[in-house]
C-alpha cells in the first residue's frame, strides 16, 4: 500500500470518539429540527402539491370543486407535521450526511474517501429522481385507476338501467332510486396523503438499487457476472415487488417493472466498470500479471481441450 493511502493520523481514545459521536449527533438532530420547522412553515402548500393528483383526477371525472375532509379536530394537524417529518428530513440530510462524513472519514483510506463520497452524494439525488417519477407518473395513474374505477362502475350501472328502459344510455350519472344507497368519494386528508408518501418512499428506495450494488460491487461483495446469472430470479422479485408496492393496475405494475429493471440492468453496467477499474488498478501497481492466468490448472485444462477441437 503506497503512503499516499494511508489512515489519517487521527487515533484517539474511545472516550474522544464517543465524544466525537455525541457532538455530530446533537449537530444532526438539531439539523432535523430546524428542517421540520422550515418544512411546517410551508407544510400547506406542500400538502396541496402531494394531493394535485388527486384533485386533477377528480375534476376530470366531472367534480369542479374536489374536496377531501377530516374527521376528528386533531387530524389536519397532524397530517401537516407528518409532512413536516418526511420533507425535514429531506432539508436537513445534507447536514446529516455531512456529519455522518465528518466522523467515518477518519477512520478511512484516502482512497476509500474518494470512492465512498460520492455515493454520499448520489443517494439523495436518486431518491429524488424516484420520488418525483413517483408523483408526476405512478400517483396520477393509481388515482386514476382507484378513482375512476368507480366512475366507470357507474357509467355500467346506468347503462344496465337504460337498456331495461329506467334511464336513457346517453346519460352517465349515477340513477336516483328509492332503494340502495347511492355510492360517492367523500376523501380524507390523511388517508390520501398515505397513499402519495407511500408511493414516493417506495420509488425513491427503489431507485437507490444502483447505488447499493455498485457500492456492493466496489467492496467486492457482488461481481456483474454473478448479478447477470441471477437475472431471472430478479425479474421474479421485481415482479413480486411490482404487485405488492403498486395497485393492481396492469399499466402501472408494468412501468414499475420496466424501470426497475432498467435499474438492475445499469447497476450490472456499473459493477462491470468497477471492476473494470479495479483490475486496472491492480495490473498498474503490479499485483496482476496476464502470465498468471496461463498458470491457472483450469486454465491450462482449458486451452488443452480446446488445442484437441
Known amino acids: ?26 449537530r444532526a438532530v438539531m439539523a432535523f429540527i430546524v428542517g421540520i420547522v422550515l418544512a411546517f412553515v410551508v407544510a400547506e402548500p406542500i400538502l396541496q402539491f402531494l394531493l394535485a393528483p ?7 371525472l366531472g367534480d369542479p370543486s374536489p374536496t377531501l375532509q377530516y374527521t376528528s379536530p386533531q387530524e389536519y394537524l397532524f397530517t401537516l407535521f407528518r409532512i413536516s417529518m418526511v420533507f425535514g428530513f429531506a432539508l436537513s440530510f445534507p447536514v446529516i450526511g455531512y456529519q455522518l462524513w465528518r466522523f467515518v472519514a477518519p477512520g478511512l483510506y484516502r482512497s476509500e474517501k474518494g470512492a465512498f463520497l ?12 424516484g420520488a418525483a417519477f413517483a408523483q408526476f407518473v405512478v400517483t396520477p395513474l393509481a388515482m386514476q385507476f382507484f378513482l375512476g374505477f368507480a366512475d366507470v362502475s357507474s357509467i355500467f350501472a346506468n347503462l344496465l338501467s ?10 352517465a350519472v349515477v340513477p ?6 347511492k355510492i360517492t368519494f367523500f376523501g380524507k386528508v390523511n388517508e390520501s396523503l398515505d397513499i402519495t408518501l407511500k408511493f414516493i418512499m417506495a420509488f425513491g428506495l427503489c431507485f437507490q ?7 456492493m460491487g466496489k467492496a467486492g461483495l457482488v461481481s456483474a457476472e454473478g448479478l447477470g446469472s441471477v437475472r431471472k430470479y430478479a425479474v421474479v422479485a421485481i415482479l413480486v415487488l411490482a404487485a405488492l408496492v403498486t395497485p393492481p393496475d396492469v399499466v402501472t405494475q408494468l412501468i414499475l417493472f420496466v424501470v426497475v429493471y432498467g435499474l438492475y440492468e445499469i447497476s450490472i453496467f456499473l459493477v462491470a466498470r468497477v471492476e473494470k477499474k479495479r483490475e486496472a488498478q491492480l495490473r498498474a501497481d503490479g499485483y496482476y500479471d496476464d502470465e498468471e492466468e496461463f498458470d491457472d490448472p483450469l486454465m491450462a485444462e482449458f486451452d488443452e481441450e480446446e488445442g484437441k477441437s
Do not use: N, Q, Y
Not at 3 to 23: G, M, V
Open 1 to 26: 500500500m503506497s503512503k499516499t493511502d494511508e489512515i489519517d493520523d487521527t487515533s484517539a481514545p474511545l472516550i474522544e470518539h464517543l465524544a466525537e459521536l455525541r457532538t455530530r449527533l446533537i
Open 209 to 215: 438499487l444502483p447505488v447499493l450494488l455498485t457500492l
Open 118 to 129: 460520492p455515493f454520499l452524494i448520489a443517494s439523495p439525488f436518486m431518491f429524488l429522481l
Open 54 to 60: 388527486i384533485e386533477a383526477t377528480l375534476r376530470d
Open 176 to 181: 336516483e332510486t328509492s332503494e340502495g344507497v
Open 162 to 171: 337504460g337498456a331495461a328502459g329506467e334511464v336513457s344510455t346517453d346519460v
